[in-house]
């Protein structure tokens, strides 16, 4: 059964950082796409980062281009995001998701985590 399990999420003051983690499993996670998505209150969820099964390549919102970071360790099967310089505008639930498509489209990801809260305060 395939599970996607995030953590590190937290409050944190603007200009701070998070690193968060998502660890997989019942997944071949060596040739998946993982992504970071993120969903707001109010808002719909957008995409935040990607990066293909050959970590040749991530892709990010705009409005993260310059302070998040995406990386995988695939002999852990994990998949990380590094937040830094965060602004209150970063407030929302983080959500990892796996697919076999690298696209910021969420409907192409199969699996998805439960989300983990990220709370930035100005």
């Known amino acids: 059964q395939a599970q996607l399990v995030e953590s590190g999420g937290g409050l944190v003051r603007a200009g701070g950082s998070l690193k968060l983690s998502c660890a997989a499993s019942g997944i071949t996670f060596s040739l998946s796409t993982m992504a970071w998505f993120r969903q707001a209150p109010g808002k719909e969820r957008e995409f935040v980062a990607h990066?293909?099964?050959?970590?040749?390549?991530?892709y990010y919102a705009d409005v993260v281009k310059g302070r998040f970071t995406i990386s995988r360790d695939n002999a852990k099967n994990t998949v990380y995001l590094q937040m830094n310089s965060l602004k209150p505008e970063d407030t929302a639930v983080y959500y990892c998701?796996?697919?076999?498509?690298?696209?910021?489209?969420?409907?192409?990801?199969?699996?998805w985590g439960q989300g983990t809260q990220v709370t930035v305060s100005s």
């Open positions: 990066r293909s099964w050959s970590s040749i390549r991530a």
């Open positions: 998701a796996a697919g076999r498509i690298s696209s910021g489209d969420s409907s192409l990801y199969n699996y």
